[in-house]
């Protein structure tokens, strides 16, 4: 049975040991929370709490359904009042059939980090079909706290033939690889290794599929016979070419097609590295140029980034450096601060220093004594500016961060209604004024202003008229003058008091003082 193959390598657990195991659970995850999987679609609300409801004190049950549909979801969650009571719950009722299907129970985890990063999670395959979750969970529970268990099956609820066990402890999971893989559940032999997402299995080399195949380091006098003859061992060729220049000299690299790809990852792996003609031969799959590029890419930034890991705040940015300083006499300033690994400041095309550098230290304890002790001191005539050395993207993501820190945020526009502005004594103060509702006694600007323009010209007019009149009626000057002085003033007089009270804003003074002044 599957029973057995776990128990010829590991001792049988006992209740104690599983409720010590759900207590250990309990204190990593939320542990009065559970995760009810594999129900049945008619499962009811009710009918999962009067289950769980016979284990303690239940705070809450939900079924989870289809938001358009309402159709369960076959999964649900169960609250409970106590940790104690949800540890009971998971030890007696996990694997119990209702409506006529095993439920299969767990710890809620909200934090779904854990669950999808494959850590202690292992894949089971070659399971027999009458191999169930609660036959894979008392196989693989011998080695230590299972946080989720289960078979694969098809949609009439058939094993598919594998499944996934993952625990809470990367050790448990490297301990049930090592005594299960390999042995007979239900006299079949299972296969028990590291779960690899899908992604992962499909971009490995391993599984890509190609008929083409690149080989280098030829010797020159190797010829497409002696590949034919060397890779036509493996299986049929299609074609074969030894890659030559326009004297006809070979290029020392050729191609060689297999009709089967597996032809092909079987000479790949049996040729490479071997030495022909005292030549180490390089054999690997033809790829592309845009393929070969993001390779070397890959493997450039990865180099990168592993080097910027190592020297992480052991290595000091410098600049403002005198011209005169050059690599020995920068390492002489900062060697009193410990171990230098690397000192360099950087030039030009011409050699001519352009004023910055590099100080990397053995330690980053080193690294931050001469980093406090060396910013902003004199050096030559120049004071020295020492930081932790950044790669350009890192420093690139912090200025933009300080940028946008920096930028004003804009103020989001009130909703309410505004109240209308008025100066005291004018008809509409205290009165609401909404979006689209003009206040009262207001004139549009560019009406006002015409308004106050045709009034300057026939007050302009008026006077006109009136030196006219009095002037060809020979009125003495002196009299004529006083009547003018008098009606200009009345005039402007009875022209200002409708001004001021339909116009009461500053923004008109200018133009009252030009045509109304002197």
Known sequence: MAAQAASSASEGGSPAAAAAAAAAAASAF?????????????????????????????????????????????????????????????????????NGRPIRIMY???????????????????????????????????FGNILSCKVATDASGESKGYGFVQ????????????????????????????????????????????????????????????????????????????????????????????????????????????????????????????????????????????????????????????DTVDDEKLRELFAEYGTITSCKVMRDSNGASRGSGFVAFKSAEEASRALSEMNNKMVGNKPLYVALAQRKEDRKARLQQQFSQMRPVPMAPTVGPRMAMFPPGVPGVGQQLFYGQPPQAFMNPQVGTVILFLMGVGLNIIMLCLASEFSCKLVPFDLFSLILLLSHALLKCALLLPITICFPSDHYKPFFLLHFQG
């Open 30 to 98: 939320p542990a009065t929370s559970l995760y009810v999987g594999d129900l049945d679609v008619s499962v009811q609300d009710a009918q999962l709490f009067d289950v769980f409801a016979q284990i303690g004190g239940v705070v809450s049950v939900r079924v989870c359904r289809d938001i358009t549909t309402r159709k369960s979801l076959g999964y649900a969650y169960v609250n409970y009042n106590t940790p104690a009571d949800a540890a009971r719950a998971l030890e007696m009722l996990n694997f119990t059939p209702i």
């Open 108 to 142: 809620s985890n909200r934090d779904p980090s854990l669950r999808k990063s494959g850590n202690a999670n292992i894949f089971i395959k070659n399971l027999d079909k009458s191999i169930d979750n609660k036959a894979l969970y008392d196989t693989f529970c011998v």
């Open 167 to 322: 625990y809470e402890r990367d050790e448990a999971a490297h301990a049930a690889i090592d005594k299960l893989n390999g042995m007979l559940m239900n006299d079949k032999k299972v296969y028990v290794g590291p779960f690899v997402r899908k992604q992962e299995r499909d971009n490995s080399p391993g599984n890509v599929k190609f008929n083409n195949v690149y080989v280098k380091n030829l010797a020159e006098t190797t010829t497409e016979d002696d590949l034919k003859e060397i890779f036509g061992k493996f299986g049929t060729l299609t074609s074969v070419v030894v890659m030559r220049d326009g004297d006809g000299r070979s290029k020392c690299f050729g191609f060689v097609n297999f009709e089967s790809p597996d032809d092909a990852a079987l000479a790949v792996q049996d040729l490479n590295g071997k030495k022909f003609s005292d030549k180490e031969w390089y054999v690997g799959r033809a790829q592309k140029k845009s393929e070969r590029e993001m390779e070397l890419k890959e493997k450039f930034e990865k180099n990168l980034q592993e080097a910027a890991d190592k020297y992480q705040n052991t290595n000091l940015y410098l600049k403002n450096l005198d």
